[in-house]
């Protein structure tokens, strides 16, 4: 174990900084404000969180220019205990941090909850905090998947009507929905709170802002743990490929678990057989949602669906439970119902401000789905394919593009990773570690799931270790894999 030391980072880490092009903030953002405040209420729906808004420029560098009301929620620490608080990045993109909060906070120790504030948010454009509002029907026309040229060719006209809707309904804020953005948010929420340095703990989507605040406010940083760790380096290629691969460890990860336990449902058929003909099924348009009467499942929606309950193993009984039942069913042909509301907001927004992801035409985009076929054939659709397509034709540069971290903090960021994460592969967080060099430490939990905080007491009690105490863990240090509980 390493405990670090605690200092200031010096004059020659700042020149370096700028000499890279990467200031701590804008010069606009630099000159000093007045402080932020937050007025804490008890929240509407659990009085025993607290609920507040924070003005904050829409623009940040035009910090006197319009403004939006950023929404947060906290659960106060004891006050005998209290030593800080302690920030939670949500995931997604487009989780909400408030609800985390309000709902979930549990998530964190009762150790961590004695010595922090637990406090969290919901980024610029998401949930209460101005959302990204579009036309439905623009959200609906963008396929799954696309099938030729002129698929592609729509998808593109699409996708720049969609926009300047967005733009239109949402305001300036569109346009401002980056993680680069989101972290001078983060920095402000730190002043809020009176907290001199960050205490962090990011999950998921949440770890890209994680990672960007460390480069922009290193010496802010008093200790930051990105568990589920994404890497923003990769290109188009890299990034379905490693997200093909993540999903399909997870489905042989599955399937290994439902040959040796009876609380699989399918336990003791062959599973890849059953799987095999529910694809064929869903290719033919004959295969029905049982949770959801007459909704027909395509290829794309069957693999979506079966992955997301990949990311916690106490999911993964009902999962069986799932596909054995829509095995065993007569497939009916119906229409998807849908809502009456002109509008519906659009979390995803941000991903496209974040991740430059070009491909040229159809015969670029079937090539990736052809190779990433090959790479999970089984799990042949990975969710990566609908950001391909949602972000199709997004203008260069886009506001936060993919580089190598730069990172000169004092403290190194804890990087909690899964061997068997179906989402953000462990392949990320060895890269990343790579990146941060000594100013990252990778704890390795050699379970399932998408992240690992919860996976059992031996994670739970490094990362609590290393938020309180800033004790680092040793170079090489794991965790054993929890059995999914039945």
Not at 260 to 272: M, P
Not at 387 to 413: E, F, S
Not at 455 to 462: D, I, L, N, T, Y
Not at 469 to 476: F, I, K, L, N
Request: aromatic residues 8%; hydrophobic residues 40%; glycine residues 8%.
């Amino acid at each position: 174990m390493l405990r670090v030391r605690k200092s200031a980072v010096g004059w020659a880490v700042a020149l370096a900084l700028t000499a890279a092009g990467l200031t701590p903030a804008s010069p606009a953002a630099a000159r000093p404000q007045p402080a932020p405040t937050i007025d804490w209420r008890p929240c509407a729906e659990d009085g025993s969180a607290e609920c507040g808004t924070l003005s904050l420029p829409v623009d940040w560098n035009r910090p006197g220019g319009e403004r939006f009301d950023l929404s947060l929620a906290r659960r106060v620490a004891k006050p005998a205990t209290r030593e800080g608080a302690l920030v939670f990045g949500p995931g997604g993109p487009g989780d909400s941090g408030v609800d985390r909060v309000v709902n979930g906070s549990s998530r964190f120790s009762a150790d961590l909850r004695a010595r922090f504030d637990i406090v969290s948010f919901d980024p610029r454009g998401t949930g209460g905090s101005h959302p990204v509002v579009c036309a439905r029907d623009l959200l609906a026309r963008q396929p799954q998947l696309i099938a030729d040229q002129a698929q592609f060719d729509a998808v593109l006209a699409n996708n720049a009507l969609l926009r300047a809707d967005c733009r239109a309904r949402t305001g300036a804020l569109y346009d401002h929905v980056d993680t680069t953005s989101a972290a001078h948010d983060l920095d402000a929420v730190r002043a809020a709170l009176g907290e001199r340095q960050l205490t962090f703990h990011g999950s998921s989507y949440g770890t890209l802002l994680g990672q960007r605040y460390a480069e922009l406010y290193p010496d802010r940083v008093r200790a930051m743990v990105l568990e589920a760790t994404m890497d923003h380096s990769v290109g188009t290629r890299a990034f379905l490929d490693s997200q093909a691969l993540a999903g399909e460890g997870a489905f042989d990860e599955f399937v290994a678990w439902c040959d040796r336990s009876t609380a699989c449902a399918l336990h003791g058929r062959d599973f890849r057989t059953i799987w095999a003909g529910l694809h064929a099924r869903a290719e033919r348009g004959l295969l029905t949602d049982p949770k959801r009467p007459g909704v027909v499942l395509t290829p794309f929606e069957l693999s979506r669906l079966t992955h997301k309950d990949f990311y916690d193993t106490w999911r993964w009984p009902g999962l069986a439970e799932w596909l054995g039942t829509m095995d065993a069913a007569t497939a009916l042909r119906s229409g998807v119902p849908s809502t009456g509301d002109a509008v519906a907001p659009y979390p995803f927004a941000v991903f496209c401000q974040d991740w430059s992801l070009p491909v040229r035409d159809y015969r670029e985009y079937v090539g990736h789905l052809r190779r990433v076929a090959r790479l999970a054939p089984d799990l042949r659709y990975p969710p990566a394919l609908f950001a391909l397509v949602t972000c199709l034709g997004t203008p260069t540069p886009v506001a936060n593009p993919q580089h190598r971290l730069r990172v000169h903090t004092d403290v190194p960021l804890l990087l909690a990773a899964t061997v068997h994460d179906p989402a953000t592969g462990y392949d990320w967080a060895r890269t990343v570690a790579r990146q941060l060099g000594r100013r990252g430490a990778v704890l390795t939990y050699q379970g399932w799931g998408h992240g690992s905080y919860s996976s059992g007491p031996c994670v739970q009690r490094a990362v609590d270790s290393y938020l309180i105490d800033q004790v680092v863990p040793a170079r090489g240090a794991s965790c054993p894999a929890v059995e999914p509980e039945v």
